[in-house]
């Protein structure tokens, strides 16, 4: 049960759980709290969120961040900071998968991963959906992220 007195959902899309925690009903639209269990080497395409910034906490596992086209290893009992408007990703670097909490302000854009977990679209074949189900949430995907050019600068 969250702080608000309702019970958590908890959802699995593309492997990964999601538990909401905090909604945008919850809070007022404030903010958007939710937890993830990523499989090793897991993560979401590249990305921008128009409408809200976001906090990752990690904790367990290692996690590598790519912002903006830098990498920036996040270990567990670790944060970072995503603003709003720049592209982002990240993956599970370490062998077993990985638990993060995430923080959005506003709230709201925890919906697309119910959403998107009841629609059940698959990547690739499915990504006409995906993109116009993002777009509801002001999410524009940019693809696959250069790790390894990344890497090197």
Known sequence: MNVAGRISRTITWLGT????????????????????????????????????????????GAYEFWLNGAIIPVAASRSIF??????HTF??????????????????????????????????????RLLQLAGRYGIEFRGPPDWDTARAS
Not at 27 to 39: A, H, N
């Open 91 to 128: 993956r599970v670097a370490s062998a077993s998968p990985g638990r993060n909490l995430t923080v959005l302000t506003p709230g709201g854009l925890e919906e697309f991963f119910i959403e998107a977990a009841v629609q059940a679209p698959r990547l690739p074949e499915h990504m006409d």
């Open 82 to 87: 995503l603003p709003r408007g720049v592209p």
């Open 17 to 60: 759980a999601y538990t909401i925690n905090v909604g945008r009903i919850e809070s007022g639209g404030i903010v958007g709290v939710f937890e993830s269990t990523v499989p090793a080497g897991g993560g979401p395409p590249v990305h921008m969120h128009h409408n809200e910034d976001e906090v990752i906490h990690v904790i367990e």
